[in-house]
Structure formats: structure tokens, C-alpha cells
């Protein structure tokens, strides 16, 4: 684990921590410590929160995902990697990528999400953390590469506020939608792991859609969700940021009635309902996904151990290699520990 005590997050040069001396033009950090970071609370859900991620959840598993695998893109970390198509929600056809080991019987499963910024390759999510394991990588609907859909906005600012003017229309529960059925895509294309098999992975925004899919989905029994966004809206609708929590920010002052649509996509109150082990990478710094929302996922949920902590998030900074390489074990042994097979 990177303690906050060890390094202070990092700035222009090195460790600052001051709004003067940001780049951006405001504190990364946005004032709190680590004592106050692990105490962010999650809003309270709305009465019917369960009932409208139970519709939507009944929808997606009805959808035929009819998956098809492409050729062969690539070969390495013992895994097969093959393009592939499926099916989703309102029959919109995906694409992304689907891994199986070269040689062994399967063990273990994942799907993948991914950031706002797309996904044109799915080199940084492998190796996967278990030996034996299948993964597929879906591009979410709207996004780069394998994602677009027509109407549906590829650039981020663009693409959070898609449909955002009613909770049956917001893009991000489609896009979760889509999460929904990449796993029942992957069951379908590896039977062995029918049931409850699956581990999910999510940076960013796949990190915050992670929250939100897992606590209806049974076929999930792990997680690991890394500076995972739409933590407490009512929080970062008040902290600045250079990520697409801006452009919902801004679009905030102009329309408060949408704060009725968001406290439907708070990754943090979804976090409350999840009851699988989910290990969290939070940033102590981060200008993109302000670090006390993604404590506030990590602080929602129901059995939290430690969080893992990075110096920063969406910044560059000298020791990111060594956080990350840290990180991959951490995955690892808490996958090895959480995973059947």
C-alpha cells in the first residue's frame, strides 16, 4: 500500500500541494487529508433506487447478446486476443476485445471497463490478474474504438450528459446496460463459467459503472475498482475538475432539477448494496476525478478493508510505475483470495 504519509501527492515538479502552485488552477487535492478522505459519506438512495436498477437489470438480461469472435489481433501474457461484436441494450451492436488463454482449462472470467478517454486497444488491461482466466473488453456505447453508435456523442463532456434529462434516457445506465451484457456475452462464449464466476475490473469511468452494475448482477463474486468516478454527486457538483465531472458541473448551474436524475447514478450510494469483496485504488490527487468522491464509493461499501492509495490519479508523476506495478499485486492477491476456482 502507498501511504499518504510517505509522499505527498504530486504537482508541477515534484510534491506540491497548494492551488497557487497546481496546474490546473486548483488544488487536486481539494483541501482534505487522508482522515477526511475516509470519511466521506454516500448519499442516501431514493426510495425507488432498487426498483429502477431491477428494471434495467431485467431488461439487459433478456437481450440475445449473440456474441461473435473476430480473428486473431494478438498473442501474449498467455492469451488469445480476438476482436469480438454483441449485442446490447435497445439491440445496439458493441464491439471490444475477448481474451482466452492459449493453452488449460478456464478458471476465472472478467469484463474489463474502460475510461472516458475510449479504448483503441486493450494493452494496459493485461495481463489479467489470475492465470486460467477469459476477459472480455467491451467499448461501452458512444465511445472510441469500438464503441460508437449514432447519436450518441464519442466525446466526453459530450457523452456524460447524453439523456441526462431523465433517468430512463441517461446514457450511463445504458452504459452499464452494456456491462451487463459483455458478462452475458463472455458466459455465452465460455459456458465453464456459467454461474457465479465473473470478476470485474474498472478504471475512471469504468470504475464508477463498475459500482453501479455490481450490486445487481449475481454472476460477479470480486471487484476492483480503480479512482472510480460519480462518487457522492452532491459533492462534486460543488469541486472543479478537468474530467467530464465539469461538464456535468456546469451543466448543474444552469438545470439543479437534473440533481434528481444523478442521485440514480451515484457509484458511492450503489457501493451501500454491494455485497462482494471490491478492493479500491483511490487517489490522494487527482484534477480529473476529485479523490473524495472515490473515497466515498470506498467508504460506502458494506465490508471496506484498506483502500489501496496512488499518489495521484489523471497526472503524471516519477513513482506512477512503481504505484502501478504495486497495484497489479495487490490485484492479484486479492482476485487469488476472492475468486472460486
Known amino acids: ?25 486548483f488544488d487536486p487535492t481539494y483541501g482534505y487529508e487522508l482522515p477526511a478522505l475516509l470519511a466521506v459519506p454516500a448519499p442516501p438512495a431514493p426510495d425507488d433506487f432498487g426498483a429502477f436498477w431491477g428494471r434495467l437489470r431485467e431488461r439487459a438480461r433478456a437481450v440475445a447478446t449473440e456474441p461473435e469472435p ?45 475510461g472516458y478517454g475510449g479504448r483503441d486497444r ?13 476477459a472480455i473488453l467491451p467499448c461501452v456505447r458512444g465511445l472510441p474504438a469500438r464503441g460508437l453508435v449514432d447519436g450518441v456523442p464519442a466525446d466526453a463532456d459530450a457523452h456524460v450528459l447524453h439523456g441526462i434529462g431523465s433517468r430512463e434516457t441517461s446514457v450511463l445506465g445504458e452504459c452499464v446496460a452494456d456491462l451487463w451484457c459483455a458478462a452475458s456475452a463472455l458466459v455465452e462464449l465460455v459456458p465453464a463459467l456459467a454461474g457465479p464466476r465473473l470478476g470485474y475490473l474498472g478504471e475512471s469511468f469504468g470504475g464508477g459503472l463498475g459500482a453501479l452494475a ?15 468516478t460519480f462518487g457522492n454527486h452532491p459533492l462534486r457538483l460543488t469541486l472543479p475538475s478537468v474530467g467530464s465531472g465539469e461538464s456535468v458541473r456546469k451543466y448543474h448551474a444552469e438545470h ?49 478493508g484498506d ?28 482476485f487469488a483470495s476472492n475468486m472460486p476456482g
Open 1 to 25: 500500500m502507498v501511504h499518504a504519509d510517505d509522499t505527498p501527492p504530486p504537482g508541477p515538479g515534484g510534491a506540491s500541494r497548494g492551488p497557487g502552485e497546481s496546474p490546473y488552477g
Open 256 to 304: 439543479p432539477e437534473v440533481t434528481d436524475v444523478l442521485t440514480y447514478f451515484d457509484a458511492a450510494t450503489a457501493a451501500t448494496l454491494i455485497r462482494v469483496p471490491v478492493l479500491v485504488a483511490a487517489a490522494l490527487y487527482d484534477p480529473a476525478v476529485p479523490p473524495p468522491g472515490q473515497f466515498a464509493v470506498h467508504n460506502a461499501l458494506p465490508a471496506a
Open 122 to 134: 486493450p494493452g494496459p488491461d493485461l495481463p489479467l490478474p489470475l492465470g486460467q482466466s477469459a
Open 307 to 334: 483502500p489501496f492509495l496512488l499518489r495521484a490519479g489523471h497526472h503524471p508523476y516519477a513513482e506512477e510505475p512503481t504505484d502501478r506495478t504495486a497495484l497489479a499485486q495487490a490485484r492479484t492477491d486479492f
Open 70 to 114: 473476430g480473428p486473431v489481433e494478438d498473442e501474449r501474457d498467455g492469451l488469445v486476443i480476438r476482436s469480438v461484436t454483441y449485442t446490447s441494450l435497445g439491440g445496439v451492436r458493441l464491439g471490444g476485445w475477448f481474451a482466452m488463454p492459449t493453452e488449460g482449462p478456464v478458471r476465472h472470467g472478467f469484463v474489463i471497463g474502460h
Open 214 to 228: 455490481l450490486p445487481w448482477d449475481e454472476r460477479f463474486v470480486a471487484a476492483q475498482l480503480t479512482v472510480p
